[in-house]
């Protein structure tokens, strides 16, 4: 077989199934394994998809709390009233449409950890109530006069600099301090490229894995997949602008779409679908110009025509003239983003 030479994922190279041979990641291994038994706050920063909220369950499953509860909340996700109903909790009847008690989150979690997603996106306002709350060590529920003590262990992810955002004014410099006990900084992938290759076995055996339980005899052995030489070049060369994310896709697109044992550069697809990260937007300013652009303009193409084309009943022709495109183009266009 003359596929790309399988490395051990062994001797310290993986770490609570995040997989790291570079020196960056070992160092970060270290640093989970010392923070972990502690109940001090950690910050985990790092371009989306580069592994953020893997680190926190590592710290979670490795703390004295593993046997308690692990919850995440990510604070670009919801409306602020919304985000405040799900940290804080309230009484019945604490507004319209309060007609049972809700327990918060900083509640639930209490003896266990509680990971604050995006911590960069919740507002002043929650900031402020989130700090009173670590630093009481308790909650009050909305519409509620009475306080709750907790034991909870904040973890606090973001995908943007928050010393960064404390200068501008965004983020309350007194959490920040806070929170920032420990600070967990994950690399981009484009900058521990030596990992690709550890990183790209491990999700090759994830998916065989996933993927044998659709064959007819999903009990017979049956060895993963390899990459070949070139392949695994093409794979080396890339930025990924979307990090480990974009890269467990993209092999995971490739052993669907290849046949045998081997996966030939022609099968590796880097175009693949737009990276998203959590909160449904795509994380350009961690792209290239040239990427963010390309995506932010295919956005717009595929918005507009599918637009156009409806306001037209669906006739190219007329679309195309009231749009002062050639037919053809539209009509390229329209088939590339699949519009009918
Ligand atoms: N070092 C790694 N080893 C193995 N898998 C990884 C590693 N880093 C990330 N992954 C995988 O990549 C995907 C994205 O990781 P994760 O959700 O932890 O990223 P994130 O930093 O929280 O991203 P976002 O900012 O978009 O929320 C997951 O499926 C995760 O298992
Ligand atoms: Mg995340």
Redo the contacts with the bound molecule.
């Keep these: 077989m003359n596929g790309y030479p399988r490395e051990q994922i062994e001797n310290g190279h993986?770490f609570e199934?995040?997989?790291?041979c570079c020196e960056l990641?070992q160092e970060i291994f270290r640093l989970v394994k010392k923070v972990s038994p502690t109940t001090a706050p950690v910050i985990?920063q790092?371009?989306?998809?580069?592994?953020?909220?893997?680190?926190?369950r590592a710290i979670h499953k490795n703390s004295r709390r593993k046997s308690q509860k692990f919850l995440a909340i990510?604070s670009a996700s919801l409306p602020e009233t919304l985000l405040e109903s799900e940290l804080f909790g309230y009484r019945r009847g604490a507004f319209t449409g309060a007609h049972t008690d809700k327990v918060g989150l900083l509640e639930s979690a209490n003896r266990g950890t509680l990971l604050l997603?995006?911590i960069g996106a919740m507002s002043k306002h929650l900031q402020g109530k989130l700090l009173r709350a670590m630093q009481d060590g308790e909650v009050l529920p909305v519409g509620s006069s009475e306080r709750i003590k907790i034991d909870t262990r904040f973890l606090a992810?973001s995908?943007r600099e928050l010393v960064e955002m404390v200068e501008l004014g965004e983020f309350r410099k007194d959490l920040y301090y806070r929170l920032n006990v420990i600070e967990i900084i994950?690399p981009p992938l484009r900058d521990r490229k030596e990992?690709i290759p550890l990183?790209a076995e491990?999700?090759l055996r994830k998916y065989h894995r996933e993927q044998r339980w659709g064959d007819p005899w999903p009990w017979k052995e049956s060895a993963p997949k390899s990459l070949s030489k070139p392949a695994m070049r093409k794979l080396v060369k890339y930025r990924w602008p979307g990090?480990?994310?974009e890269?467990?896709n993209v092999i995971r697109r490739a052993l669907i779409v290849s046949s045998g044992p081997v996966i030939k550069e022609n099968q590796i697809n880097l175009k693949g679908p737009v990276l998203l990260?959590?909160s449904g937007r795509p994380?350009l300013l961690s792209m290239r110009y040239r990427d963010a652009k390309k995506i932010v303009q295919s956005q717009f193409q595929r918005a507009y025509v599918k637009r156009l084309l409806s306001e037209c009943g669906g006739s190219v022709s007329k679309a195309a003239s009231r749009a002062g495109l050639s037919r053809q183009g539209l009509h390229q266009m329209a088939k590339r983003y699949g519009l009918k």
């Design positions: 993986s199934n995040i997989v790291g990641m985990i790092g371009e989306s998809g580069t592994g953020k909220e893997l680190v926190a990510n997603d995006e992810a995908n994950l990992d990183l491990h999700f990090n480990v994310r890269l467990e990260n959590i994380d």
